[in-house]
């Protein structure tokens, strides 16, 4: 019956609470919703990307180099985040899960921090949203990602506090859950990001 309701996820027999299923339901279209956000961020620079008025284009203002590395450091914290994931389903240790939590909040804020200096890197170059059509929609697409990142490395630090005070409970398990699924979601975000804003900006 759990695998009815979740499949392939870390909630045990006595999670199958009637409040589980709105709650799960009402996050998908959360999640869907915000899909559908950075859906059309992507047609918008699609669209406006070849509009540089005379400004910098992709290849003056893109970095490979860095975006490689924030790409690297978004793609571990995915990897520790699954550990501490495991960690939940088998019942290891809480230390062990609070520290795979610290460390996928460590390489968050690292993601945070490198793109940051990108942003500042990028204004040094006069590469700012008024300039162009490019640089707005690059400026509403990027960011927007950023700012998903930021809210979700709060949200391991609350969770982290609740884990700490409440222990691993049917609540905090459900919590845990899905700012995991949120986590991934901006993993792939990031990955089409890098492949379609950045790899195609530079060829």
């Given at each position: 019956?759990n695998g009815?309701?979740h ?5 045990r ?7 589980t299923?709105?709650?799960?339901f ?18 918008v620079y699609?669209s406006l ?6 400004g910098?284009d992709a290849?003056?203002?893109?970095k ?10 978004l793609?571990?914290?995915s ?15 809480m230390a062990?899960?609070?520290g ?10 690292i ?19 008024q300039?162009?059509?490019?640089l707005s929609?690059?400026?509403?697409l990027?960011?927007?990602h950023f ?6 490395c709060?949200?391991?630090?609350v ?11 049917h609540t ?6 899905r ?16 492949s ?8």
């Amino acid at each position: 019956m759990n695998g009815r309701i979740h499949p392939g996820i870390n909630l045990r027999a006595g999670d199958q609470q009637p409040t589980t299923e709105g709650v799960m339901f009402g996050f998908w279209v959360f999640m869907m919703s915000d899909a559908v956000l950075f859906a059309l961020l992507f047609a918008v620079y699609a669209s406006l990307s070849g509009n540089t008025a005379d400004g910098p284009d992709a290849r003056q203002v893109f970095k490979l180099a860095p975006a490689a590395l924030e790409t690297g450091t978004l793609l571990l914290s995915s990897f520790t985040f699954g550990l501490a994931s495991l960690a939940m389903k088998y019942r290891q240790s809480m230390a062990w899960l609070q520290g795979m939590l610290a460390a996928t909040l460590g390489l968050g804020v690292i993601f945070l921090g490198l793109e940051i200096h990108d942003f500042m890197d990028m204004a040094r170059q006069g590469a700012l949203p008024q300039v162009s059509g490019f640089l707005s929609a690059f400026f509403a697409l990027v960011p927007t990602h950023f700012l998903h990142v930021a809210f979700g490395c709060v949200w391991i630090v609350v969770v982290m506090l609740q884990l700490r005070v409440f222990g691993l409970t049917h609540t905090t398990r459900t919590r845990l859950l899905r700012l995991g699924l949120f986590w991934h979601f901006l993993d792939i975000v990031w990955v089409m990001l890098f492949s379609f804003v950045f790899l195609r900006g530079l060829l």
